[in-house]
Nanobody
């Protein structure tokens, strides 16, 4: 599975962005899909995940209530809508895919190249 993340950019604090992750090579309809981020000088951290059928969604406390993960299996695409952005949301955002629905914050086999989100104060 090849993953291509897009939608990053520069936004003011309080603004919104929608990230997209489009897969190629095979369908993602059986995969757990996740978003992660890595801020400068920090380790990569889990942001959100969604099960293959879209029924269960998981969020890091840092983005809960401000972000929504969704997927369109027909388009082989996963989205991360981020609202009320804060400067501390500045990071490179990565999408990832794996099989299985347990321990959603780890164990991902496939990764996209990342898209940069910069939130100015």
């Amino acid at each position: 599975v090849q993953l291509q993340a897009s939608g990053g950019g520069l936004v003011q604090a309080g603004g919104s962005l929608r990230l997209s992750c489009t897969a190629s090579g095979r369908t993602i309809r059986s995969y757990l899909m996740g978003w992660f981020r890595q801020a400068p000088g920090k380790e990569r951290e889990f942001v959100a995940a969604i099960t293959w059928n879209g029924i269960s969604r998981y969020y890091a406390d840092s983005v809960k209530g401000r972000s929504t993960i969704s997927r369109d299996n027909a388009k082989n695409t996963v989205y991360l809508q981020m609202n009320s952005l804060k400067p501390e949301d500045t990071a490179v955002y990565y999408c990832a895919a794996r099989l299985g629905d347990s321990e959603v914050a780890g164990g991902y086999a496939y990764w996209g190249q990342g898209t940069l989100v910069t939130v100015s104060s």
